[in-house]
């Protein structure tokens, strides 16, 4: 099955500043990358996704990077803000009978220092 | 407004009992999906539903069981057999027909003493 690795588990970056957040995956037939946001206590919320036909995304101050050859796809955050703060997962899935079956990666959590 | 609800969000129980967590979704999405999610881990499928009266094991289905009796309704019972059930538990669903973004819950999370 898929298997997805995210890093850096932990990234703290002064407000106002970039960050990078990275993740692998092994299956070549995935074709399906999201990007979820999840904030303390609370289910997470899609923030950006890519699929294998586009090599990048933009979303204001969110993007995603997907490089297919090297299978993987990263998330960059500029101007980061104090509500930037939060846990993101990556995830990968290809399409399964209509529906995306997701393998998530194990989260990064970011802290914006003021 | 439209979205998905869990109920409660945080649930207690003694070891050895079954409980069931409530997950309900007035987004009209045929597809509906549990996962656990464990500190420092990703989140890990449990189980899944593309339409009423269907389901399918995830990843990490033992000592789990669920129902979709109603295309709203997706509640999954953590059972005895479940070796380690103290998690946070998150009910997700999308829409069928190729639709990507998965909706969540706001979670549960369960606590056996």
């Known amino acids: 099955g898929e298997n997805v690795e995210q890093h850096p588990s932990t990234l703290s970056v002064q407000e106002g500043d970039s960050a990078v957040i990275k993740c692998t995956y092994s299956d070549s037939a995935s074709n399906y990358f999201p990007w979820y946001k999840q904030e303390l206590g609370k289910g997470p919320q899609l923030i950006i996704d890519i699929r294998s036909n586009v090599g990048e995304k933009k979303d204001q101050r969110i993007a995603v990077t997907l490089n297919k050859t090297a299978k993987h796809f990263s998330l960059h955050i500029t101007e980061t803000q104090p509500e930037d703060s939060a846990v993101y997962f990556c995830?990968?899935?290809?399409?399964?009978?209509?529906?995306?079956?997701?393998?998530f990666g194990t989260g990064t959590r970011l802290t914006i220092i003021p | 407004d439209g979205g998905i609800t869990q109920s409660p969000k945080y649930l207690f129980r003694k070891e050895g009992q079954n409980v069931t967590l409530s997950c309900e979704q007035n987004l009209n999405h045929d597809a509906m999906y549990w996962y656990r999610q464990d500190p420092g881990q990703g989140l890990r499928l449990i189980y899944y539903?593309?339409?009423?009266?269907?389901?399918q094991k995830g990843d990490i289905a033992e000592g789990y069981s669920v129902s979709r009796e109603k295309k709203e309704s997706f509640p999954l019972t953590v059972t005895s057999a479940q070796k380690n059930p103290t998690a946070f538990y998150l009910c997700?669903?999308?829409?069928?027909?190729?639709?990507?973004?998965?909706?969540f819950g706001p979670g549960t999370r369960l606590t056996v003493l």
């Open positions: 539903s593309q339409i009423v009266n269907d389901f």
């Open positions: 995830a990968a899935s290809k399409t399964w009978r209509g529906n995306e079956k997701l393998t």
């Open positions: 997700a669903s999308s829409v069928t027909s190729g639709r990507d973004e998965q909706f």
